[in-house]
């Protein structure tokens, strides 16, 4: 089964990062770890970094289970930052050897099918573009990020539920204005 073998790597990339930061970590650690061969590892990623990469969006996409509604968005949003907490020495290790841009990549891709999906929900019975509809996802994506970026570089101090409700206050309404907005000027 390919994906146990996948599930055993994430497993084990995690336990070793406990203990070495991931510039340390090579491809027999993991492998001696998980009691499988260095083809089995090559077989299903090319190197550290790809799997790195695949282990985020999958934490990512347990973590939203679902909750890309207008309706469950803050639910989704909290799972994104508790799983993030849940996963502290990983990301915070990734965040520092890696670089700060894998981990924006990673958060924007997460957000983004977030936030889309939301903007995409309020959009039945209006006939913006699916530019115009990318545009102001990608909008609300920089402002998401930009926070949990922030929280993650102050050593994910302060409270996640907290953070995603002044994030429901700021954007109560305003992605239904932005689509009012886009299509205000389309009559114009």
Not at 101 to 123: G, H, P, Q, R, S
């Amino acid at each position: 089964m390919p994906n146990t073998t996948k599930l055993a790597l994430e497993a084990s990339l995690k336990k070793l990062l406990l203990h070495k930061p991931i510039d340390k970590i090579t491809i027999n650690d993991l492998t001696s770890d998980c009691g499988i061969s260095r083809m089995s590892f090559y077989y299903h990623f090319k190197d550290i970094y790809d799997l790195v990469e695949w282990v985020c969006v999958e934490d990512g996409k347990r973590a939203l289970q679902g909750k890309k509604t207008y309706d469950t968005w803050q639910e989704g949003m909290l799972q994104i930052f508790e799983a993030v907490l849940e996963n502290k020495p990983f990301i915070q290790n990734v965040y520092r050897s890696i670089s700060r841009e894998k981990i924006e990549n990673y958060l924007y891709k997460l957000t983004f099918n977030l936030i889309a999906d939301v903007v995409e929900e309020k959009c039945a019975g209006t006939d913006l573009t699916g530019e115009e509809k990318g545009f102001i996802a990608e909008f609300y994506k920089f402002g998401f990020v930009g926070i949990m970026l922030d929280w993650i570089d102050r050593g994910m101090k302060g409270e996640c539920q907290e953070i995603v409700r002044k994030m429901g206050i700021t954007l109560r309404g305003n992605i239904t204005n932005s689509i009012s907005n886009f299509e205000q000027t389309k009559r114009l």
